[in-house]
């Protein structure tokens, strides 16, 4: 039982805290502005990972490698810990666990997607005046536009969250699925 509340507390918190991160080097590459309320929550909660980092790892071409470098790091000390957990000595693993820890960071990263994209269309439905709009429609808007153009309109009704959702949810079983053949438990 304790080895089921450390998986799920460690799942957690790694999670929210690798969605920060991706988080704010997706908002960086969309140049969200520094001074709104999302942004500024995801940099004080990233800030004391990624400002040492950003000393050594410049961003190049609008992307913040040290935001993605940090999740990767935060993805491996998580897979570290879930194995330890698992009750395996991670040295032996370790080259597999840098593979485990990459697709951790793709299942953060669609795992923030999927729940944006709720976000953004629930709130579309509820609230589309709603200050949070803007800033979900910029971060959705490389993924939905793409299926806006291929997927019509019904009765006024966007479609393309839900193929997105069912994309991305495919692509999560994938990951997850190839994540557990390479380490016998789930990440």
Known sequence: MFGDIARFLLNTVFTLFGAALLLRAWLQFVR???YNPVSS?????????V?????????????DWASVVAALIAALVYVVLMVLIAGVEPLGLLPM??????LT???WALNLLIWLTILMALLSWLNPRSPAMPILYQLTAPFLNPL????????GVDLSPILLFVIVQVL????????????????
């Open 148 to 155: 806006r153009r291929v997927v019509p309109q019904v009765g």
């Open 32 to 34: 969200m502005p520094p």
């Open 105 to 107: 960071v793709v299942k």
């Open 172 to 187: 999560l079983m994938v990951v997850t699925r190839l994540a557990v053949s390479l380490t016998l438990f789930g990440i």
């Open 97 to 102: 666990l840098l593979l485990v820890a990459v």
């Open 51 to 63: 400002l040492p980092l950003r000393r050594v790892i410049p961003g190049t071409r609008g992307i």
């Open 41 to 49: 929550a995801v940099l004080q909660v990233t800030n004391w990972l």
